[in-house]
């Protein structure tokens, strides 16, 4: 007697696997188009009548919006993409990834070498760039890069263009703001930060000190309403308006927020008709702007100048640290040794990781404890010289905001009224 199951050819009829690791590791940071992405192709798995321009027109996205998402599952180490031809890079097929193989140690990819690197990484990895890198985000992180981690930031760095600074900023921001270090969390915000076309680290400083400048103002404005929400897109584009375009600074606005304490309904748009009527007495009779307009442009101009001022502290901060290395290197020789043999130690963590805990025959742990001892040596002789430990590290004018102006809450530092001071 033979058993066999009916065969199902409606697709809708069948049930879709997925794995709960894709659940609790992978998809609570992902965008969530690129979810969408993934469960759909993954629906339509070995089905011969689907492609990235049927995705997104079944999703309502842009084909570039699952070009992006596979990009983005690539760097996560959930799918594989294979190249028919080697060089089209736009043309490829999906391999949907096993989680739970990758998780618990399946045995190397076809493109791997024995030793579990694959060819492309290998060649890669010595590069002094790229040890560097590894070896700052393994400090940062106070862990082994493992998985697709590696092939991920070369990624960045090679085929994105983006800065080893800005990736190694990307992974402090994520351990300092977020509380968060896991290579998905990290790989979902520098994709969000690549669709603001941000490249280098000076470039996502400008970003967040808007941003978090902004998002602070918006927060003192609804809560100066009675409104403990956050504004809908409509008021945001409201709030920028007053910002933006008539000039108002933080503390007009909320002067007219205070008008509102006798309606019934305070709101935006009351508030709104308030700015408006201040932005249209301020002007003369002839349409020009009247001499507080002109004080609003010249305040503008003044805010450019001290933001000049801190890029230029930043650039000097790192000049100075420079020599401070170059010093110290030619006075304590040893110190210049370690840092060489941390880069290196690095490196050789990262390859142990990828060749399963061991290299040259030097476990993961003993490597680690190596780099534990040679931070301490280093501290010792730094010390010894009337040194703080971190001497050698980026030293700052102002150690509250870092020398960009603005606190992690979003508001402007001390110092960037004092320096505001020289210009105004």
């Known amino acids: 007697m033979n058993f066999k199951r009916e065969k199902i050819k409606d697709i809708y009829l069948r049930d879709t696997q997925l794995e709960n690791i894709f659940i609790t590791e992978y998809m609570v940071d992902a965008e969530g188009d690129f979810i969408k992405v993934y469960l759909t192709a993954i629906m339509y798995a070995d089905s011969e009548d689907m492609s990235n321009s049927l995705i997104a027109r079944h999703l309502g996205l842009e084909e570039e919006d699952v070009l992006r998402a596979w990009n983005y599952w690539e760097k996560c180490g959930v799918i594989k993409k294979h190249y028919p031809d080697p060089q089209d890079r736009f043309h490829y097929t999906v391999e949907f990834v096993n989680l ?32 560097d890198l590894f070896s700052e985000i393994e400090g940062m992180t106070n862990r082994l890069l493992d998985g697709r981690e590696p092939e991920a930031i070369v990624s960045w760095v090679y085929d994105d263009g983006l800065s080893p600074e800005l990736i190694a900023y990307a ?42 400048l902004r998002h602070n103002q918006y927060k003192r404005i609804m809560r100066a309403l009675g409104f403990y929400r956050n504004p809908t897109e409509a008021e945001e584009k409201k709030m920028d308006s007053w910002f933006d375009e008539m ?8 002067e007219a927020c205070a008008k509102t304490s006798g309606i019934s309904n305070p709101n935006i748009n009351y508030v709104n008709s308030i700015l408006r009527a201040w932005h249209s007495g301020s002007r003369s009779s002839d349409g020009s702007n009247s001499h507080a307009s002109n004080a609003g442009e010249s305040n503008k101009n003044a805010i450019a100048r001290v933001k000049k001022l801190y890029e230029e502290q930043r650039r000097k901060n790192e000049e100075l640290q420079e020599e401070r290395k170059t010093a110290i290197y030619q006075s304590i020789p040893r110190i210049k040794a370690i840092d060489d043999e ?71 530092c001390k110092c960037f009224s004092e320096k505001l001071k020289l210009f105004v």
């Open 100 to 131: 739970k193989a990758r998780l618990y140690g399946a045995a190397a990819h076809e493109d791997e070498q024995p030793d579990g690197i694959p060819e492309r990484l290998r060649k890669l990895m010595d590069d002094e760039t790229i040890r």
């Open 171 to 212: 992974y402090k921001f994520c351990i300092e703001k977020r509380g968060n270090n896991r290579f998905s969390y990290v790989s979902s915000l520098i994709n969000e930060w690549e669709k603001e076309n941000i490249k280098t680290k000076g470039d996502v400083e400008k970003f967040l000190a808007e941003t978090d």
């Open 247 to 254: 000039d108002f600074g933080l503390e007009k606005v909320l």
């Open 342 to 412: 941390l880069r290196k130690t690095s490196l050789r963590i990262s390859r142990a990781v990828l060749t399963g805990g061991v290299e040259s025959g030097v476990s993961a742990d003993t490597l680690k404890q190596r780099i534990t001892e040679l931070n301490g040596e280093k501290a010792y002789l730094l010390t010894e010289q009337d040194l703080p430990h971190d001497y050698l590290e980026l030293q700052y004018e102002c150690k509250n905001c870092k020398d960009t102006g603005i606190l992690e809450n979003g508001e402007r």
